[in-house]
């Protein structure tokens, strides 16, 4: 069986649940973290020293950080899903993801705290507009690299688009100037036709 802890609104939680969506699987998810608490228990700290969400226990195999469960989960499960078979296009996947987490999400990180979780008044605009200039110019790299490709590794969705995609939900979601991207838009819509997307991305933001 396997299990995971984490709250449904964690962006790193979505990236885990959409991908064992795509790979069919199922997932007994244990809501953990942010109001209903549970990360600084002796016995949750055993799972993951962290006390961070998400926390993967798969029949006894235990692994935290999101990007290396959608990894073990695509490799272990994927039958040539979500992981492409050519060592280039897995290295390009891997190298979005990378992306996304190091210089995509350094923006988006506060924009979302910014303008979702912080009240009006409190808010540091200067910060806030200064990193949606440079989201939207980070963001226009993925535009122009998804011009020659359906998905972020080639023909087919793989892992690649996970974290990404997760990202892009929010940055159109929150209620802000957007940059006119056609080829990421293409590439996003196509997202929000997936059931696994819908079902576990596509929340309100909170
Ligand atoms: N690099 C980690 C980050 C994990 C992380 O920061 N998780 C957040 C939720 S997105 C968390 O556990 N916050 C504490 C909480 O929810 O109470 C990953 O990708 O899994």
Known sequence: MIRLWGRANSINVQKVLWCAAELDLSVERIDAGGPHGGLDTP???AL???AKV???????????ESHAIIRYLA???GNGRLTPADVEAQAIADQW??????EAWADLRPIFWGLVRTAQADRDNTAIEAHQRLLGRKLAIVDRWLADRPFIAGETLTIGDIPLGCLVYRWYAIDMPHRDLSNLRRWYDGLTTREGFQRFVMLPLS
């Open 43 to 45: 016995e949750f700290r």
């Open 54 to 64: 998400p926390c993967l226990d798969d029949g006894g195999f235990v692994l935290w």
């Open 48 to 50: 993951n020293p962290n």
């Open 97 to 102: 993801i990378d992306w996304t987490v190091n």
């Open 75 to 77: 490799r272990r499960y």
